[in-house]
């Protein structure tokens, strides 16, 4: 078999390993597909004897790809929301989300670029600090720095987000539900925090409860909106279905026993490629 006939092979054994690489780093399905594209295409540049290991080869290809997407992002605000897992809440089931949830991505996006990838790559991807010292072009101790600033900050950002008790979380999801099925902004601005944040596709953040919740009950008024339980990755959430047909994906973060951050899924393409009969009880 020529050599590279035998390379193509190998790159589609690897891409779910480069993908799974790519996500959390861009927190995109889309961008991390595009990423992955580009590594095939700088793989077909060189003589396949040139790779002694292709599957390092390709993290680190991989990984500068993401890096110059993520340089691209810098000085501009990212208002689309990360893509997230939805799964049906199932009494006793185990949840099968990525290990990257909403929490984790708000506070992945306040790192530099630089840090989000030692951080993203040691920690989660578990590549070795050498390796990912090569993805960055800098020096082993720059990267270990690196990674435990990203790490700091990654902590107190989980710390902060609370109570990690799905139980506790449901009946806090279920009243801020019930509240915006009663058209009832005091109730539901109860059940969050006083500075909590209001996060949607295409929105600059809405930050205070009664803001928050203003805006929510108007957005769920008219057409009868209904309300399922699903797993929003890996945590208690919502599906928002109009007549059968998903209008919005409710994720949260919860903080000494109230709702400190909603994020509201609202791109068309995201919820066209949901099935509510799948997500339904």
């Not at 596709?201 to 009868?224: F, I, K, N, S, Y």
């Not at 309300?227 to 973060?253: E, H, K, M, N, Q």
Request: proline share 7%; glycine share 8%.
């Amino acid at each position: 078999m020529p050599d590279h006939e035998r390379q193509a092979g190998q790159f589609e054994h690897l891409r779910p390993r480069m993908r799974a690489l790519a996500y959390p780093l861009l927190g995109s399905f889309d961008e991390a597909e595009e990423a992955v594209r580009e590594a095939w295409v700088r793989l077909g540049r060189i003589n396949p004897e040139e790779v002694a290991d292709l599957s390092a080869w390709l993290a680190v290809v991989t990984g500068r790809v993401c890096l110059g997407l993520l340089d691209a992002r810098t000085g501009r605000p990212r208002l689309r929301l990360p893509d997230v897992v939805v799964e049906p809440e199932r009494s006793g089931g185990e949840s099968q989300a990525a290990p990257v949830g909403l929490t984790l991505f708000v506070a992945l996006d306040g790192l530099a670029p630089a840090e989000r990838v030692a951080f993203v790559l040691h920690d989660l991807v578990r590549l070795h600090v050498d390796q990912v010292a090569t993805v960055l072009e800098r020096t082993t101790a720059d990267t270990r720095k690196l990674a435990e600033q990203a790490r700091r900050r990654v902590r107190a950002a989980r710390e902060a987000d609370g109570d990690d008790r799905p139980a506790a979380r449901r009946r806090l999801v279920d009243a801020f539900c019930a509240a915006v099925l009663d058209g009832d902004p005091a109730a539901l601005a109860a059940v969050l925090e006083p500075e909590a944040e209001l996060r949607a596709d295409g929105w600059h953040p809405l930050r205070g409860a009664h803001e928050v919740a203003e805006r929510t009950v108007a957005l769920c008024q008219g057409g009868g909106p209904a309300f399922t339980p699903v797993l929003v990755d890996g945590s208690p959430g919502a599906l928002v279905t109009r007549d059968g047909v998903p209008a919005a994906v409710l994720g949260f973060a919860v903080r000494a026993g109230r709702i400190s951050r909603v994020h509201l899924l609202l791109a068309p393409e995201r919820l066209a490629a949901l099935d509510a009969d799948a997500l339904g009880p």
